[in-house]
């Protein structure tokens, strides 16, 4: 049988899992691909750096355009990440002379999955990207085959292994975000520059690309993206006492007339909800369709084996002749603005420091009688120095008013910092 034979840019940890994995289930990947698989030409930043893994038998090339131009490879792996540069250009040149590219990059297929469609299209060629989301989680492959019949309401889960360590962790032991931050990037589960995981961004690209898959590609400058930052310790107890668990959620739902309502922020989700239990490194991707109903998938989403499987998984289906246009059909629609979510109704968690005097608690719900906010519990634990924490759950109310009662409620001399304000999100 003629080998399938595979250019490779990028030898981290995912590229040199790729080739490892390929080495060790050589006969197994044979039997389900048709064809054994091999990588013959290969290129990264430094090319005498040892990486466990013999390399001699493959041709180098200097950069990664090159590799992608090699006339011998019928597929061109990149694995070298960012939405620009190198790996942009290796993509793009690849599938402009019709190679079929498989990719892990995220941001690239989040910010210029429009464009790449086209070229793929044109060149009657295809781009395959299962390990961009949730890393050896069959998230792509959930919503855009096995969901491909459904009418889906909406998409989503948590997706960044990062900060769900992180959160984690500050619940089991009860330190603050910058503590366990430390001790995440220590372990190696967090980067030396943490903030495209930390704030959100990471979890936004994949975000983008289920939502492509599901409902409409998005305007990915148009999506709200917070991060876990302003997380405490203190909040992730309230969530206990409320039996809510506190997590970082990227979620797009279908709206009224074909508009996507899409986000990424930290969230309460109740204890008793499936996600509420993936905890650590582990990612979760939910959908909820007219047909299939709620389901919920869970995995490592990141790290070398997860993340090679995930990519060898799309090499074995294009070997079987796959080819699944980028968002399911060989259009590429415009891309659409996220909804804004001042008109979203739901029920609010507000952790408010004040201190500790009497009158405080009537100043707060006379700003939020003000601004059209019921609240629906109060909960309050001390703090050093004559403080307290006040927990506020609301009843359902827009996010515009929350937002503007959040910010009058800073506004008051016996508040102490800015308010913390979480959806409640059920899943419902």
């Known amino acids: 049988m003629k080998p399938l034979k595979i250019g490779l840019a990028g030898l981290g940890t995912v590229g040199v899992g790729v080739i490892r994995l390929l080495r060790e289930n050589a006969d197994a990947i044979t039997a389900r691909a048709?064809?054994?698989?091999?990588?013959?030409?290969?290129?990264?930043?430094?090319?005498?750096?040892?990486?466990?893994?013999?390399?001699?038998?493959?041709?180098?090339?200097?950069?990664?355009?090159?590799?992608?131009n090699d006339p011998d490879i019928d597929i061109a792996v990149e694995l070298i990440g960012g939405s620009e540069g190198s790996a942009r250009d290796m993509v793009e040149a690849a599938l402009s002379r019709g190679t079929p590219v498989v990719t892990a990059n995220k941001a690239l297929v989040a910010i210029h999955g429009n464009a790449l469609n086209s070229i793929a299209v044109e060149n009657n060629t295809v781009l395959m990207f299962e390990a961009a989301v949730?890393?050896?989680?069959?998230?792509?492959?959930?919503?855009r085959e096995g969901l491909a019949a459904d009418h889906l309401q909406s998409v989503g889960g948590i997706l960044n292994g990062t900060c769900n360590y992180i959160l984690?962790?500050?619940?089991?032991?009860?330190?603050?975000?910058?503590?366990?931050?430390?001790?995440?990037?220590?372990?190696?589960?967090?980067?030396?520059?943490?903030?495209?995981?930390?704030?959100?961004?990471?979890?936004?690209?994949?975000?983008?690309?289920?939502?492509?898959?599901?409902?409409?590609p998005l305007s990915f400058d148009t999506m709200p993206v917070h991060g876990i930052r302003d997380v405490t310790a203190i909040d992730l107890k309230f969530a206990d006492e409320?039996?809510?668990?506190?997590?970082?959620?990227?979620?797009?739902?279908?709206?009224?007339?074909?508009?996507?309502e899409a986000w990424v922020r930290p969230c309460m989700v109740p204890a008793s909800a499936p996600i509420a239990v993936v905890d650590g490194v582990f990612n979760a991707v939910t959908t909820q369709g007219d047909f299939s109903g709620p389901m919920t998938i869970s995995g490592r989403g990141a790290g070398e084996g997860p993340t090679a499987s995930a990519v060898v998984a799309d090499l074995i289906d294009?070997?079987?002749?796959?080819?699944?246009?980028?968002?399911?059909?060989?259009t590429s629609p415009a891309p659409k603005s996220c909804v804004s979510l001042d008109t979203i109704e739901s029920a609010f968690y507000l952790r408010v420091n004040v201190d500790d005097r009497s009158g405080v608690m009537a100043e707060l719900t006379s700003v939020l009688r003000d601004h059209d906010v019921s609240v629906h519990f109060v909960s309050q634990h001390d703090a050093p120095e004559n403080k307290a924490y006040l927990a506020l759950v609301t009843h359902r109310v827009s996010e515009k008013s929350i937002r503007a009662a959040s910010a009058a409620l800073s506004e008051l001399t016996s508040v102490r910092g800015a308010p913390l304000v979480l959806k409640i999100e059920d899943f419902q």
């Open 34 to 68: 048709g064809r054994p698989i091999e990588v013959v030409t290969i290129t990264a930043r430094d090319r005498n750096r040892d990486r466990g893994v013999d390399l001699s038998a493959m041709r180098w090339h200097d950069n990664a355009v090159s590799v992608a």
């Open 134 to 143: 949730a890393g050896g989680v069959p998230a792509i492959k959930l919503v």
């Open 168 to 216: 984690t962790e500050m619940r089991a032991t009860g330190r603050d975000f910058s503590d366990v931050l430390s001790e995440a990037q220590q372990k190696g589960y967090a980067e030396a520059e943490p903030s495209t995981d930390v704030d959100g961004w990471d979890t936004a690209h994949k975000l983008a690309i289920l939502a492509g898959l599901a409902f409409s």
């Open 242 to 260: 409320l039996r809510y668990r506190i997590k970082l959620l990227g979620l797009a739902r279908r709206g009224k007339n074909g508009e996507v």
């Open 318 to 330: 294009l070997a079987r002749g796959a080819s699944l246009p980028l968002w399911g059909t060989d």
